[in-house]
């Protein structure tokens, strides 16, 4: 079976494009890659999904505007992705996330973009969307969804191994011998540094983490930071930028006078993204950790990722699994998709703290009417990674 995920994360930067081919081996699952590439947002995109974002207000308009924009160019990345792999029997589509509503630790609705029709018009293909809220109308945080790819693609490990997101906002997946996978926000990973390279430079991201390479940790910016509830919040939890904005960042800015020189800022939020992960890493009592995302990119970041890993953890990247580093999440959507094709839950309670698994995802069909096989007696219990 040919599936292609879609995924465009926290960063806001464009779509993220998989291809992949499953078949099913007994208790294997067996992915063999097939092409992945990414579709940036322009500007006037980029502008328009920030223009909905907290802490800034909206109207009905602007949100059903941005639907219908978000939908076509997920379709112009869904038709990539179709070339990509030749064919495909199935898309699935994360859309765009602009609210996850959280209240009293609580997930209590989500909503993401990218009117799911508009692909299924250009393909001809059965598009799977919405795949948050059946999570969280079962009792989950509806996030993250990730951890089910991590925790086939790590099974039957003789240690205690992690898997790290390091998107927007920094997750990570605990697979361990003899215990129910757990995962969970951490906090920020690229949402405050993008906001902050923004703020400073008016440019997207910091490139290779060259301000903050320039820069000095500025600890009383740190403590601040560090004094945030999230992080002390037991799991499940969930978070993304209804919490770590811009606003958030010049809330904290204000309270220190003067303020740290631009370069300094951005090193400390590297600093604070590196302690928060390696808390968790440690926490878990973690042998490996594999890590993915954007921030991969970041060697600053990574840098003192290792540091504080020592000799307690070793760090690689998603790459030497054959999952590349900036296409993991689109992969691990492709993935759900198979899962619910197959009637199979898509969630972990274990992660998502909901009352049971939910098959995840609303369905549009293609150009033929929509026609799912019978579902699945048994789960996989492995993912294998095929070059």
């Given at each position: 079976m040919?599936?292609?995920?879609?995924m465009?994360?926290?960063?806001?930067d464009?779509?993220?494009?998989?291809a992949?081919a499953?078949d099913r081996d007994?208790?294997?699952?067996?992915?063999t890659?097939?092409g992945a590439?990414?579709?940036?947002?322009?500007?006037e995109?980029?502008?328009a999904?920030?223009?909905?974002l907290?802490?800034g207000?909206t109207t009905?308009?602007?949100?059903c505007?941005l639907d219908?924009?978000l939908g076509?160019?997920f379709?112009?990345?869904a038709?990539?992705?179709v070339e990509?792999a030749?064919?495909?029997d199935?898309?699935?589509?994360h859309?765009?996330?602009?609210?996850?509503?959280i209240?009293g630790g609580?997930a209590?609705?989500?909503?993401q973009?990218?009117?799911?029709?508009?692909i299924a018009a250009?393909?001809?293909?059965?598009v799977?969307s919405?795949l948050?809220?059946a999570d969280?109308?079962?009792?989950g945080?509806?996030?993250?969804?990730?951890?089910?790819?991590?925790?086939?693609?790590?099974?039957?490990?003789?240690?205690a191994r992690a898997?790290?997101?390091?998107?927007g906002?920094?997750?990570?997946?605990?697979v361990?011998?003899?215990a129910?996978?757990?995962?969970?926000?951490?906090?920020?990973a690229?949402a405050?540094l993008d906001a902050?390279?923004?703020?400073?430079y008016d440019?997207?991201?910091?490139v290779d983490?060259r301000?903050a390479?320039r820069?000095?940790v500025?600890?009383d910016?740190?403590r601040?930071?560090?004094a945030?509830p999230?992080?002390a919040?037991p799991a499940?939890k969930?978070?993304g930028?209804?919490?770590?904005?811009?606003g958030?960042?010049?809330?904290?800015?204000?309270?220190?006078?003067?303020a740290?020189?631009?370069d300094?800022?951005?090193a400390t939020?590297t600093?604070?993204?590196a302690?928060?992960?390696?808390a968790?890493c440690?926490?878990?009592?973690?042998g490996?950790?594999?890590?993915?995302?954007?921030?991969v990119?970041?060697?600053?970041l990574?840098?003192?990722l290792r540091?504080f890993?020592?000799a307690?953890?070793?760090?690689?990247?998603?790459?030497?699994l054959?999952v590349?580093?900036q296409?993991k999440?689109?992969?691990?959507?492709?993935?759900?998709g198979?899962?619910?094709w197959?009637?199979?839950?898509?969630a972990l309670?274990?992660?998502?703290g909901a009352r049971?698994?939910?098959?995840l995802g609303?369905?549009?069909?293609g150009?033929a009417?929509?026609?799912?096989?019978?579902?699945a007696?048994?789960?996989?219990?492995r993912?294998r990674v095929?070059?």
């Open positions: 040919r599936i292609i995920g879609l465009s994360g926290t960063s806001h464009g779509v993220d494009i998989a992949a499953f007994g208790d294997d699952l067996r992915l890659p097939l590439r990414s579709l940036p947002y322009d500007d995109l980029q502008g999904i920030a223009g909905v907290p802490p207000g009905i308009e602007q949100v505007r219908t924009l076509k160019r379709a112009d990345a038709a990539a992705g990509l030749g064919h495909a199935l898309i699935v589509s859309g765009q996330t602009v609210f996850h509503w209240s609580q209590l609705g989500t909503l973009l990218g009117a799911p029709a508009w250009r393909t001809g293909v059965p799977l919405d948050r809220g969280i109308a079962a009792g945080q509806g996030a993250p969804l990730v951890p089910v790819f991590d925790a086939l693609l790590l099974a039957e490990s003789g240690a898997a790290l997101n390091l998107g906002i920094a997750n990570l997946t605990v361990a011998p003899d129910a996978p757990v995962g969970y926000d951490i906090g920020p690229n405050l902050a390279t923004r703020r400073f440019e997207p991201c910091d983490g301000h390479a820069g000095r500025h600890e910016l740190l601040l930071l560090l945030e999230f992080y919040r499940p969930s978070t930028k209804e919490l770590f904005h811009g958030y960042l010049t809330a904290r800015l204000a309270e220190l006078h003067p740290p020189p631009p300094d800022v951005l939020l600093e604070l993204t302690l928060i992960v390696a968790e440690d926490r878990h009592d973690i490996e950790v594999i890590a993915a995302g954007g921030g990119r970041n060697p600053v990574m840098a003192r540091e890993g020592g307690r953890w070793r760090l690689r990247t998603s790459d030497e054959g590349p580093v296409a999440e689109a992969y691990a959507f492709a993935l759900l198979w899962l619910s197959h009637g199979l839950p898509g309670p274990s992660v998502t049971a698994a939910a098959v609303s369905w549009t069909p150009a009417p929509l026609r799912l096989p019978p579902p007696v048994t789960p996989p219990r993912l095929r070059a």
